[in-house]
């Protein structure tokens, strides 16, 4: 058997673009994605904490080091510009796995980009 769980998540981002016009997805600053080990075409859960809305997509890389996070086709209508939003990414595991995996958080800077340690 196996269990969907929590693999990671890019915690508070802001919404740069959305482009209603695009076939769909997400698009993604790429050092965002690696550093949440989160790969194109991959699905993700988007929440958003200005409205409450959460929607499904999958990850398409944007720009390296750009801060984009561009919500695409019928996803944008589910945002605005300006909005802060969580992405979350899950994957398969038995239970034996689950109970050591380690998943990933990362918290951006108010301007998207990674925070340098």
Same mark, same amino acid.
């Given at each position: 058997?196996?269990?969907?769980?929590?693999? /990671? #998540? !890019?915690?508070?981002?802001?919404?740069?673009?959305?482009?209603?016009?695009?076939?769909g /997805?997400?698009? !993604?600053?790429?050092?965002?994605?690696?550093? =949440? +080990? *989160?790969?194109?075409?991959?699905?993700?859960? *988007?929440?958003?904490?200005? +409205?409450?809305?959460?929607?499904?997509?999958?990850? !398409?890389?944007?720009?390296?080091?750009?801060?984009?996070?561009?919500?695409?086709?019928?996803?944008?209508? #589910?945002?605005?510009?300006?909005?802060?939003?969580?992405?979350?990414?899950? =994957?398969?595991?038995?239970?034996?796995? =689950? #109970?050591?995996?380690?998943?990933?958080?990362?918290?951006?800077d108010?301007?998207?980009?990674?925070?340098?340690?």
């Amino acid at each position: 058997m196996q269990i969907q769980i929590f693999k /990671s #998540k !890019i915690h508070r981002v802001k919404v740069t673009q959305a482009d209603l016009n695009y076939i769909g /997805s997400i698009t !993604i600053d790429e050092e965002l994605m690696e550093a =949440a +080990n *989160i790969i194109e075409g991959e699905k993700v859960q *988007i929440v958003n904490n200005n +409205n409450g809305a959460r929607l499904e997509t999958y990850a !398409i890389r944007g720009e390296r080091g750009s801060g984009v996070i561009c919500l695409n086709g019928a996803a944008a209508r #589910k945002v605005q510009v300006g909005d802060v939003v969580i992405i979350i990414s899950y =994957a398969f595991a038995t239970p034996e796995e =689950a #109970k050591t995996f380690k998943p990933i958080a990362i918290f951006p800077d108010e301007n998207n980009r990674l925070v340098k340690k």
